[in-house]
């Protein structure tokens, strides 16, 4: 084969291995959701057996009617079967997250009715930190490659931006979670996808939803009186979120000012 021709081929034969590729991470994803799913319905097949009119109410909550229906039937249960309906909120939780599937605003509503406040506090932020890292991972095995095969100038833009900003990513997590600027499930995609290290994103992830998470709980706790799942959100607490916010930035905000003071003064001594 000669040299003109063998080069010919290279660009094809890094083709079909990037198609490859990527048809691999498509099935792996696919069959990690098949996995979740199982395990999703062995929980519900090994649930305490129903009554024929509360089957109905038995599935993942996506109005607040749904909740507050799942509420009332696992607050029947809850106490001769505590772990079983603790480990259905969980695995739920986490499943939600993990595909980014909606309904887990009524999961952590449903947390607050359910358990005490400082339990469903815990129990949502770290669902939220698993779901999220596990969202991340499956972004990351999929999402990345199709942005640097379809949109590569766009990709490696925003994995610059990412580089120099790499110190502060935790304190901008933390601002993402507690805004609603962009959806959960969004941040969860996009973070692997422009190059967001996975330790800042998962603390980031478990301490910046839990202001949000505070306010749902709160409301969960009086889940029979919500009407909708913006009952959960008022003026006051918005701004009470946007401070909390803007607080994650003030460190960012001293250390580039200090960084700049230390640039000065150097420059002034040398």
């Not at 929980?43 to 009332?72: C, Q, R, S, W």
């Not at 993990?98 to 009524?106: D, K, L, N, Q, Y």
């Not at 990345?144 to 580089?163: G, H, I, S």
């Amino acid at each position: 084969m000669s040299t003109t021709t063998r080069r010919n081929s290279l660009p094809n034969l890094i083709n079909i291995g990037n198609e490859t590729s990527t048809r691999n991470a498509i099935l792996t994803v696919g069959l990690i959701f098949l996995a979740s799913l199982t395990v999703l319905l062995y929980i519900y097949t090994n649930f305490p057996e129903l009554e024929e009119n509360e089957k109905k109410h038995m599935k993942v909550p996506l109005h607040i009617d749904d909740a507050k229906n799942l509420g009332k039937l696992l607050e029947r249960y809850k106490d001769l079967y505590y772990v079983e309906v603790i480990a259905g909120v969980f695995i739920t939780f986490i499943f939600l997250q993990t595909f980014a599937i909606p309904g887990s605003i009524f999961l952590s509503i449903l947390s607050g009715f359910l358990f005490p406040f400082y339990l469903a506090l815990v129990l949502v932020c770290t669902c939220s930190a698993i779901g999220a890292s596990l969202c991340y991972l499956l972004s990351s095995l999929l999402g990345r490659k199709l942005l640097f095969k379809y949109f590569p100038d766009r990709a490696n833009q925003w994995a610059q931006t990412v580089k120099e900003h790499k110190d502060n990513l935790f304190n901008y997590i933390l601002f993402l979670r507690m805004t609603p600027l962009l959806p959960n499930w969004f941040i969860n995609l996009a973070s692997p996808v422009i190059g967001v290290p996975i330790a800042p994103f998962t603390l980031g992830t478990f301490f910046g939803v839990a202001p949000p998470s505070f306010l749902a709980i709160q409301a969960g706790q009086t889940l029979n009186k919500l009407t909708s799942s913006s009952d959960t959100w008022s003026w006051s607490s918005m701004i009470v979120l946007c401070i909390f916010a803007l607080l994650s930035l003030v460190p960012v905000y001293f250390k580039n000012l200090f960084n700049r003071l230390f640039k000065r003064l150097r420059l002034k001594f040398d």
